[in-house]
Structure formats: structure tokens, C-alpha cells
């Protein structure tokens, strides 16, 4: 790469950093995380998908700092072989002997663990983000072992999204009418067009601008980092997951509906899908490790934006989409999907939605119902808990509701009704 290249590379990134850090910005819930870990020594690792808010969030962490910045998803360093000893003489000269260091989008930057390593070594404190899941966890945890911090960063979660509306609510407000009127239209508004902050800040509508990034991430992620040959399959099979969020996939059954000709084929294409934080995929919970594997998945989608976006029918359906916005919020919380978090199926074969557990305690079961209306729909989803209940030994049952609260007292075990809104409220009140 030329000098003076570089040079102007640098340069307008500067720009872009000094404009970016003017911008208005939306307290992240992480934010008190990630500001008590800018000072430690250890590399700083924010994890999350394209478009999600990690550069702001991460541009934020430093903002009391003198820090140097350079993006390596900069569209001039396509083609380009980029010396690392030039960058970080560029980098001196624009920024002076700062220690601070953030470097946006780092998986683009060939064995870049090394480069990381190599600098903590040095004495700077180091900020890294990026978009790619897996790759990036598999090298953290084999180069930068207990000498990295990862954040994840997902779109808004609904405290973001109503600080981003600046519409402040309590449980007490929320009682008057004119208030709750209010709470329940945002409440649709946020469970249709999700918590991206492009969507959310500047009202974009979800279809245009979500379809678009669907297939910049498809194309940047997944078809040029792999390699993928037929990348008509793997946004078939993204499109065809996305349509069926909330529901339960086999890798047999989905080779032979989108007529790939290898299962192993599908499962390596659906992990890119997940690594790119597009989509996770959800086990069923048993004791057995082999039981886990066998069982068909669930699969969710990392924002509802793109579910209301990639949809094939009109409107997606409400108690899909409430499911998955339930999934998305417990992983905000820092539930590992197949670790902390699992679906469940009892010895009846009744589903209970959600199995939350704490290192290896089971601590809740949870179902998400859009209306209960009607006594079979209740029946249905007490039953399904009280029997994992008594399978599993579990006290703590929750049932989700749009906008019903009550309890149900049955054979001596209590069932928590609660409004998804007060539930999705609870956070910032505790």
C-alpha cells in the first residue's frame, strides 16, 4: 500500500471518529460494564452484529481518553496489503504517544490476534470489535487466554429503545391511561421493527434498510469470508429460518425442503449464519449431552427487524415475534443460548418455551403466549409448565402475556402471569 494512501486513510477515519463521538447518543445498558474494565490492562474484546452500535458504543468507553482509531472495514483497503508497522507509525503521527488504541471490525485484518497480543505486549490498552462470533471466540480463547474482556453488543433492548424514543415510564405511570396508550404503541413499534439503532433513531423502515444490511453481513460475513460457492443456498436457507422463527428445525428435514445435497453442507452454511450473528440456534434441555444433540433445534433470529423485513407472508405472526423478542432480550441478560439457556420438552411431549438455569441449577421455566384467550390456549401452557415443573423440580413459572397479570394457583405450585412490557421494564428497576 502506498504511503500517502494510508495517510488519507487515517486521516478521513479521524474525521469520521470526531463526528461519530458529536453524534446524540443512547446510554447502552453495557455501558457501566464496559467503564469499568477501559482502564484494566486487558484487551478489550465488543462482540456483535453489523450495525448493532459497538463502534459508538466502544468510540464512548474511550471518549475521556486521547485514543487512536483506524476501521478496518474501511471499502479503500479492499485490494490493499496493508503494513502494520506503517499503520501504527500513521496512527503515532496523527494521534501522538497515546496508549489507547481502537480498532473497529478487527476479523478483517488477517491473523490479527497476533497484531493484538503483539501491542498488549507493548503496553497499550487495546479495544477491539467485531461481527464475527465464533471465529472471533475460538481465536481469543487459544491466543489472548485471561488476557481479554469480551462485551457483547446487540440492538437496542427495550430500555434503549424507549430512552432512544425519550419516553420515560415506571410501573406507576404506567397506569395511567394516556400513558399506557402510549407504552403499548412503542411496545408494537419495537416488537415489529426491533432495536437496531438505524431503525430506531432515524425511523427507518425495517424492510428497506434491514433487507439491505441482511445482505451486506450475507455477502461480507458469510459469502466472501468462507468462500461460499452457492450463495443462493445460504440466503435461501437464512430467509427460510427467518420465516420460521421461533420454530423447530432438523438438519435431514431442511436439506430435503431447500434440496441441499449434503446435511453436512447445511450445518456448516447455518453455523456461518450464527457466527455472523444473524441467527442462534436453541437445544432442548436434557441431563444427557447426547440427548441434547439429538433433539431437533429451535431457531431465533438476533432482532425482530429482520423477521418483519425478510417475511414471505404479510405480517409476521404476534406470538412468534413476541417469542423471539423473549429470546433476545434473555441473551441481552447474559443467558449463554445452550448453556444458561434451553427449550423443553416433557416425557408428554408438551413444550415448555424457555429453561433458565444458573451454572447447573435449573432457576425458571418460562412460556411466552401473545393472548390466552380461551381456556384450552391456558390449559395448554399450564400444563406443559407444571410437568416440566415436576420433571425438572422448578418452583419459579412464568408465563408471558401481551397484557395480562394474575397468578394461577394450582396442585400447590404458583404461575406468574406477567405483561411483557412490565417484564422487559423489570431490568431497570431492579
Known sequence: ??????????????????????????????????KKWVSSDLIKVVLGPRRAGKSVFSLMLLKD????????????????????????????????????????????LPHWELFAN???????????????????????????????????????????????????????SASLPQKRGELFKLMEEYLASGGFPEVVLKNQRPLGYLDVLFDAVLFKDVVKRHKVRFSEQIDQLGSYLINNVSGRYSTRRLANILKFKSDVTLERYLSY????????????????????????KKIYVVDNGFVSAKAIQHSPDKGKLMENLVFT??????????????????????????????????TELMQVCYDLTGSDVEQ???????????????????????????????????????????WLLEKAQD
Open 1 to 34: 500500500m502506498q504511503k500517502g494512501l494510508l495517510k488519507t486513510i487515517v486521516s478521513k477515519q479521524q474525521s469520521e471518529k470526531e463526528t461519530l463521538l458529536n453524534l446524540p447518543y443512547v446510554e447502552r445498558a453495557k455501558a457501566e460494564q464496559g
Open 65 to 108: 481518553q486521547d485514543f487512536a482509531y483506524f476501521n478496518f472495514d474501511d471499502p479503500a483497503l479492499v485490494g490493499e496489503k496493508l503494513d502494520l508497522y506503517e499503520l501504527m507509525d500513521e496512527l503515532r503521527s496523527l494521534y501522538g504517544n497515546t496508549k489507547y488504541v481502537l480498532f473497529d471490525e478487527i476479523q478483517n
Open 118 to 172: 503483539r501491542l498488549h505486549r507493548q503496553g497499550y490498552n487495546v479495544v477491539l470489535t467485531g461481527s464475527n462470533a465464533n471465529l472471533l471466540s475460538m481465536e481469543l480463547a487459544t491466543h489472548l487466554t485471561g488476557r481479554h474482556f469480551p462485551i457483547e453488543i446487540l440492538p437496542f433492548d427495550f430500555n434503549e429503545f424507549l430512552r432512544a424514543k425519550n419516553f420515560v415510564v415506571d410501573s406507576e
Open 273 to 296: 449464519l450464527i457466527e455472523a450473528y444473524i441467527l442462534f440456534s436453541l437445544s432442548s434441555y436434557s441431563v444427557k449431552a447426547g440427548e441434547r444433540l439429538k433433539s431437533p
Open 329 to 362: 432480550e434473555l441473551v441481552k441478560r447474559g443467558a449463554k443460548p445452550n448453556r444458561d439457556l434451553f427449550y423443553y420438552k416433557t416425557r408428554n411431549d408438551r413444550e415448555v418455551d424457555f429453561v433458565v438455569k444458573k451454572g447447573t441449577e435449573v
Open 380 to 422: 395448554r401452557e399450564v400444563k406443559a409448565l407444571l410437568e416440566a415443573s415436576d420433571e425438572l423440580k422448578v418452583k419459579k413459572m412464568t408465563v408471558l402475556t401481551w397484557d395480562e397479570k394474575r397468578e394461577i394457583k394450582k396442585d400447590g405450585s404458583v404461575i406468574q402471569l406477567k405483561p411483557l412490557w412490565e
